[in-house]
């Protein structure tokens, strides 16, 4: 069959395990072409039969489901959509387990192997190195807009914006003929047809986030968080505890996770102590924890069975000290930062060389193609996204408010003015 390009999906569901009786209530697909460029999309809420799990985290109530239809209903259509593309997710493995249970609750076999869904969350290791593992971590390094997130189709079209902005960035890499292979190769079960109507979620009201689901969104990879199983693990960790509260059946789901992902219960005491005292440096970002913050804190320290002397050290402050002053002593001593970070207009000290990555952000006086062209000219890289291997962020205005901004401040990255880039490039000419 001709390869007619990618599938992004997103699920939204009842919980994390299907193991465990959860159940997808909404859909959404986004299909890109092979050159990257975003084509049709699809929604639909579901009815599981069962609660709904947590509806502060994805907005969805009883009301809102009593007249969709269930999986069984749309899973001819679903599948059609997916035909001849690659199968595409922010932490594929999530999704795959999903749709292999439910069709296998309807009798049907999926050739869906683990392995076989293209991972954003995976690829960002090789296109976003030192990125956290949440889609808007990743969306931010590209300025792609990530608006009501844990609606399935505002994630599905960032991760089919973020999965545009691979393909652009490198067309040759080895993931996707070996995917497009997969895609040529695979058949989907042969399901009755149906024309039922998929129903769109009602949006009359924004979804209020907790102060957990927002600095999740922003949490660094950790020394850890670097293969494939831990990254998946994490992920279900930040997904089980973003409402702050973790249920017998989340704890007991993680533990199966964890142990199909080899992960022993020593490693995951270690993974889960990192990872509180990430969210402790990034609620302490400010200077200021507050009261809200803090009960927060407790609450994870006590889900994620934290030392109590680890809690009370975290809440005084004491590793956000030491975690700011390794940063600090980082930036001071990393090669080619003899730099100011700032990035202040007139500052003389920034210096460039040729191979270096730069990348543009935001509206300029020119095109940013002409930006651009200058760049190459002196022997530099414009650069799509903002990793800690980029060397400057180029800003209209320094104090951008931009996903791309956010994070080079994160990594200590000198976001300098047009006009200063242009004096360094004159400098470098001469």
Not at 254 to 265: N, P
Request: charged share 25%; glycine share 8%.
């Amino acid at each position: 069959m001709a390869f007619e390009g990618y599938a992004v999906v997103d699920f939204e569901t009842t919980g994390f395990s299907p193991a465990h009786h959860h159940r997808i209530i909404e859909i959404a697909i986004v299909h890109v072409d092979p050159w990257g460029n975003i084509g049709g999309k699809w929604e639909t809420v579901l009815n599981p039969m069962r609660d709904l799990g947590p509806t502060h985290v994805h907005g969805l109530r009883g009301a809102d489901v009593k007249s969709a239809p269930m999986f069984e209903h749309v899973a001819s259509q679903f599948l059609g959509l997916l035909a001849n593309r690659v199968l595409v997710a922010h932490n594929a493995a999530f999704e795959a387990r999903f749709l292999n249970a439910e069709l296998a609750r309807m009798g049907a076999f999926s050739p869906l192997q683990e392995g076989d869904a293209l991972c954003t969350m995976r690829l960002a290791s090789d296109f976003l190195p030192g990125s956290g593992r949440s889609l808007a971590d990743c969306c931010a390094a590209y300025d792609i807009e990530l608006v009501n997130a844990h609606e399935a189709l505002a994630d599905a079209e960032a991760t089919a914006y973020l999965l545009s902005a691979y393909l652009h960035q490198d067309a040759a890499y080895r993931a996707w003929t070996h995917h497009k292979a997969l895609a040529e190769t695979r058949r989907w079960p042969s399901l009755e047809a149906t024309n039922t109507q998929w129903v769109s979620r009602r949006r009359e009201a924004l979804i209020e986030r907790s102060f957990l689901h927002d600095t999740m969104a922003v949490l660094p990879a950790s020394g850890d968080d670097t293969d494939a199983q831990t990254r998946g693990y994490l992920a279900q960790l930040d997904q089980a505890l973003a409402d702050g509260f973790l249920s017998v059946g989340e704890a007991d789901s993680l533990r199966d996770l964890a142990t199909d992902s080899g992960i022993g219960e020593r490693r995951r005491a270690r993974l889960h102590s990192a990872y509180f005292e990430d969210l402790a440096n990034a609620a302490w970002a400010d200077n200021v924890l507050s009261d809200f913050e803090e009960a927060q804190l407790r609450l994870v320290g006590q889900l994620l069975d934290i030392p109590a002397s680890s809690v009370a050290d975290a809440l005084s402050g004491q590793s956000h000290a030491a975690e700011a002053q390794v940063q600090l002593s980082s930036a001071n001593t990393a090669p080619g930062r003899e730099t100011s970070l700032g990035g202040a207009e007139g500052s003389t000290d920034h210096q460039l060389k040729a191979g270096d990555l730069i990348v543009l952000t935001g509206e300029m006086a020119e095109p940013r193609e002409f930006y651009e062209e200058l760049l190459r000219r002196r022997g530099l890289v414009p650069w799509a996204s903002v990793t800690k291997k980029v060397k400057m962020l180029v800003a209209d205005d320094p104090d951008s408010l931009s996903g791309k901004a956010r994070k080079a401040r994160a990594y200590g990255t000198p976001i300098i003015t047009v006009n200063e880039l242009i004096r360094l490039l004159e400098r470098l000419e001469g």
